[in-house]
């Protein structure tokens, strides 16, 4: 088994940190490149998402795999997404889903629509945890995923901590629920968060315990993972800390850590934990 780790194009906007001129597309690229990352997210709801006729020639010469992100919607339905994921020769795409069924049998079938029209486009895909969307409420999505056992998720804790404000201590409810969510994980996020603050540093001293939370997490996530994937089967985190307003930033308006430095330190992490994960 092995573990791909992936950067976002969207959390290489506004960088280098505190620097001028700002990264163009093709030095972005180059440097996810350089530092061994396997592959680039692309997030079709960034400010500077690229065109795929743009970031395909890019991706490939650089030798990088390609995953696309995007919210759906009325006014982004989920051909779209299928269409630029397959121009890109993307091997996944996650879906945020901005739809609000109130019921689960109603979202069980949306979900199960999408899963549907992905496969006949013959792209795999994953429904992302996230904020204000179809998976907001961590207790919601437990249920969904009851009702879908085929449905794999894009596991991004962050949204559940500060959207849900999860207690800071030890909870039964909450550790059985975030469990539910990591034993149907597919994939993995990269963001630290705290009840508040929806991307926080993990450098700073003061979220060191919320660090070392995520970082339990993302290794719990990896041994279900490997308890219920295939022999030779490839895990992949991505690494997602984004540009303003995700980022948090001082009076002067510049953010308060250099999320590339950051980006690094969880690919970092991410291998020390799979690697741990299989001991």
Known sequence: MSLSVFQSLWAMEGLPWRGAPRWPLEERIERIAAEGFAGAAIDLGAPEAPAAERVTPLLRAAGL?????AFVNDNNP????????????????????????????????????????????????????????????????ARLLEAVPELELAVDLSHYVCGNELPDTPDARVDALIGQVLDRGASFQGRIATRCQIQVSPGFPQHRATTDRFRGWWERGFRSWRARAEAGADCVFCCELGNVPYAITGADGAELSDRWAEALL??????????ASGQ
């Open 65 to 69: 795999r390609s995953h696309v992100f």
């Open 78 to 141: 989920l051909p779209a997404a299928l269409g630029y994921a397959a121009d890109v020769g993307a091997e996944l795409l996650v879906v945020c889903g901005q739809v609000f069924p109130s019921e689960i049998p109603e979202a069980a079938w949306l979900v199960r629509s999408w899963l549907a029209e992905a496969a006949a486009a013959g792209i795999a895909l994953q429904l992302e945890t996230h904020r204000y969307t179809l998976t907001n409420d961590l207790g919601f999505t």
């Open 266 to 275: 969880l690919k970092a992490w991410a291998e020390e934990l799979f690697a």
